[in-house]
């Protein structure tokens, strides 16, 4: 049994998740370590963020910018990125990330987060294709980290695995255990007692 987190609260946990900061000039290599989008670590492998109207990718799935997990060494091993975000231990968690392919070809990317292990994907039978991927996740702890790394993919012999509006969204709470209802019922009590104690 959960309790429903209100819709004012479902808002996007994940900083820059359409890696639209910073607005690059041309399509950057980034390394492994790589802090350049705020709130992402770039892991695994080097990476590239594509500017609206590059070639075989001119547009993203949100906003202006996304990322090309192949980066520009276009072979194994792809690179990653990875984020740290506030969570609440055993709550339940939504998270979405949207996987591009491109000239016929297919694109993977590998997801952790809390209980999570998954893998997303798309498939291309000529243009570029944008597929959103949904999955959910149970935190152990008061922070858990989101880890998407490029998979598999191939288009003509090369490859590209783009990555896009990454969102997770609180789904629910724990509930608490009855034994700790009846802490609290019993604290309540008492509280209740003290007060009546100072009225009379």
């Not at 399509?27 to 350049?36: D, K, M």
């Not at 990125?81 to 979405?96: D, E, K, M, N, R």
């Not at 297919?106 to 498939?123: C, D, H, P």
Request: contains cysteine; hydrophobic residues 40%.
């Amino acid at each position: 049994m959960s309790i429903g987190v209100p819709t004012a609260f479902a808002s996007n946990l994940v900083n820059n998740g359409s890696f639209e900061q910073p607005a690059s000039v041309g399509a950057p290599s980034l390394p492994v370590g790589s802090t350049y989008f705020p709130g992402w670590t770039v892991i695994n492998a080097e990476i590239a963020q594509l500017p609206p109207g590059w070639p075989e990718i001119p547009t993203a799935s949100d906003g202006l910018y996304s990322l090309d997990l192949t980066g520009y060494h276009d072979s194994y091993p792809f690179g990653g990125v990875t984020q740290t975000i506030a969570t609440i231990p055993s709550a339940t968690y939504s998270l979405t990330f949207d996987v591009g392919a491109t000239v016929g070809g297919t694109a993977q990317i590998s997801v952790t987060a809390g209980n999570l292990v998954g893998t997303g994907s798309s498939t291309s039978t000529g243009n570029l294709v944008w597929t959103t991927n949904s999955f959910t996740f149970i935190a152990s702890g008061s922070s858990t980290s989101i880890n998407l790394i490029g998979a598999a993919a191939s288009f003509n012999g090369c490859c590209y695995i783009g990555l896009d509006n990454v969102i997770v969204t609180p789904i629910s709470s724990p509930v608490p255990e009855p034994g700790t209802l009846m802490l609290l019922g019993s604290g309540l009590v008492g509280l209740a007692g003290v007060l009546r104690g100072k009225l009379v």
